[in-house]
């Protein structure tokens, strides 16, 4: 019977502390809190600082630079007047503006093919492989 009770009381220890359990205090997703979510902190926890926010006073920005050799053109033409609507097809250019956008080429995969050439013996017909390179040792597989 005294063993019952403190089985009962473990399984009930347990089952409160999965009731005290929210996506703030576990690992559970936000979407697991039901309607009994947590209310939120009015004020910030962090202290108050001295500086205000954004950049500060004499501090020197960092930006893009423009590039003098870009690697691709591209050139866009209007074919009509904005403002009232004439044909531009024919008419010399006066000017452009500019703007760059720089991006990061896509990753490729490589693959490399390695062939071992089998060859036969003139004299005796036998065939002999040539070896893979020692780390090569899979019929597919990733490099190094």
Known sequence: MFDTVERLEGCIHTLEAQ??????????????????KP????????????RKVGGQVGHKGHTLKFSPSPDVIETHTAHFCEHCHSRLSDVDVVGFTARQVVDIPELKMQTTEHRAIRSQCPHCNALTQAPFPVDVDHRVQYGH
């Open 39 to 50: 209310a939120a902190n009015e004020k910030s926890l962090r202290p108050k600082q001295k």
């Open 19 to 36: 009731l005290g359990k929210d996506s703030h205090n576990s690992s559970k997703p936000p979407s697991s809190d039901g309607l009994k």
